[in-house]
């Protein structure tokens, strides 16, 4: 079974390629995220903010693609994205949950 996962891809207000993502990422649906990454060229601001769930399937999605993406993290996602060292790759910004 697929866990739910909705990817919403648009353009941030600099134009950047953005990619908001929601619901939870694990192992039944990372092939979807990876898709989704791999077809939108360049760099890309990844929105996590709407992320319940994130595991280490989803994590070494990201580190595949930690040297073109910033992510835009919940304050669930932050501690996670520092101790497993893709802060250390990528750039994470705080997101605000609320602001939705």
Do not use: Q
């Not at 649906?29 to 989704?36: E, G, K, S």
């Not at 990454?37 to 580190?63: C, I, K, N, Q, W």
């Amino acid at each position: 079974m697929t866990t739910p996962l909705t990817l919403t891809p648009g353009h941030g207000p600099d134009g950047a390629a953005l990619l908001t993502v929601a619901g939870e990422i694990d192992m039944s649906n990372t092939d979807t995220l990876a898709a989704a990454l791999d077809r939108t060229p360049g760099p890309v601001v990844l929105d996590l903010t709407l992320v319940e769930y994130l595991d280490s399937a989803g994590l070494s999605v990201l580190f595949a693609h930690a040297d073109r993406i910033t992510l835009i993290a919940n304050p669930l996602l932050s501690p996670v994205l520092t101790i497993s060292g893709l802060a250390d790759l990528a750039t994470v910004r705080d997101g605000d949950p609320d602001a939705r």
